[in-house]
C-alpha cells in the first residue's frame, strides 16, 4: 500500500549535533561539514504520523500545522561512488494542485 505525499506538519525539533558514527552515515559522519537541520513528525491524513528530515524552509523555522509535501533529496555516496537518496519533508509550494 502507498502511502500519501502530502501531510501537515505535527511537531518538530532541530537536530543540532551530528548524530553518532556508526550507525549514522550522512553528512558530516567523519567529523566534517555537519550543520544543523530540522526533523519532525508530518501527519499523513488517516494513515499515520512519519519521522522525517524538514528541508526548502530557507531562513526561518518550521510552523506546526503547515502543509507539507515529500521529496527526494541526496543524502550522501558510497564507497563505489554512488548517490544514495533519502525522503523529506518541504512545505507545500503555493499555487501547487492539492
Not at 525539533?13 to 508530518?42: K, M
Not at 531562513?59 to 509535501?69: F, H, K, L, Y
Amino acid at each position: 500500500m502507498a502511502l500519501a505525499t502530502r501531510g501537515t506538519l505535527w511537531t518538530w525539533t532541530s537536530q543540532e549535533f551530528q548524530p553518532v558514527a556508526p550507525p549514522y552515515i550522512g553528512p558530516g559522519s567523519d567529523g566534517t561539514d555537519f550543520a544543523p537541520y530540522f526533523v519532525g513528525y508530518v501527519e499523513l491524513p488517516g494513515e499515520l504520523r512519519v519521522e522525517t528530515r524538514l528541508t526548502g524552509l530557507g531562513n526561518r523555522t518550521p510552523q506546526i500545522g503547515e502543509e507539507m509535501e515529500l521529496v527526494i533529496v541526496p543524502f550522501t555516496q558510497n564507497e563505489a561512488g554512488d548517490e544514495i537518496v533519502s525522503y523529506a519533508f518541504t512545505p507545500l509550494s503555493e499555487g501547487a494542485s492539492a
